[in-house]
């Protein structure tokens, strides 16, 4: 295989999150007074951390969100997680094909430790990643698009950065590979083409994934 590690993105990469969490992401904001509509969601705040959230708002609105706005806001991910929430297709078949073949790899995401716990248990993907291949937002001071995550992801799994690959379907997500100096595929399963410009190539079915890394 032409890399040492594999950083698998977490939200809309291995588990079917994305419509889930923004579309409530959507109500919420809306319910507080700033009128977000799922589109807008998947536009402003695909693939990032909670504090770019709090960071929009506070910039187009001068408002601060309420204290307990993570809080509320999880605990209806996580109920809707509990009845909704599926791996993303492939997904399953690729952790079982690099696991077979020795190939090491991780989950980087913008989400909580918290989140990706709850996401992985609840889709059963929890067997494929104990806690040393699980790296959060939460870890560094910075999220996507700052490489920071990324590099604390291969830094702690021992391969330099131009040995990683990333998979991603987020154009933050594709902006923090480029800064930290790894290849980037960009997953177009939900995202379109067009907005994932600088990965390194595109691919719509994750089942494809192990091919395209040898």
């Known amino acids: 295989m032409r890399y040492d590690l594999v950083i698998f993105d977490n939200d809309g990469v291995l588990v079917d999150s994305e419509p889930i969490s923004n ?10 007074g700033h009128p977000t509509s799922y589109e807008e969601s998947i536009r402003d705040y695909m693939g990032s951390a909670m504090h770019r959230v709090h960071d929009l708002v506070h910039e187009r609105t001068g408002e601060r969100l309420p204290a307990d706005f993570d809080d509320v806001f999880h605990a209806r991910v ?4 509990e009845r909704e929430l599926r791996p993303v297709a492939g997904a399953v078949q690729v952790l079982e094909k ?7 790899y991780c989950v980087a995401s913008s989400g909580s430790h918290e989140r990706i716990r709850v996401g992985h248990r609840t889709t ?11 790296f959060s937002s939460q870890d560094v ?13 291969a830094e702690r799994m021992g391969v330099p950065p131009g040995r990683c690959v990333v998979v991603e379907d987020s154009p933050l ?5 480029n800064a930290a100096g790894m290849d980037v595929y960009g997953f ?3 995202t379109p083409a067009a907005r994932l410009t600088g990965a390194t190539r ?3 079915d994750l089942g494809d994934l192990p091919d395209l890394l040898v």
């Open 78 to 81: 996580f109920a809707a997680f």
């Open 23 to 32: 579309g409530l992401l959507a109500a919420y904001l809306t319910e507080l």
């Open 202 to 204: 595109l691919f719509s």
């Open 141 to 153: 001071g910075r999220g996507k698009p700052a490489p920071d995550l990324f590099l604390h992801a």
């Open 188 to 190: 177009t399963a939900m």
């Open 173 to 177: 997500g594709v902006q923090a590979a």
């Open 98 to 104: 690099l696991a077979a073949d020795g190939v090491p």
């Open 124 to 134: 059963g993907l929890d067997r494929w990643f104990d806690a040393g291949r699980v």
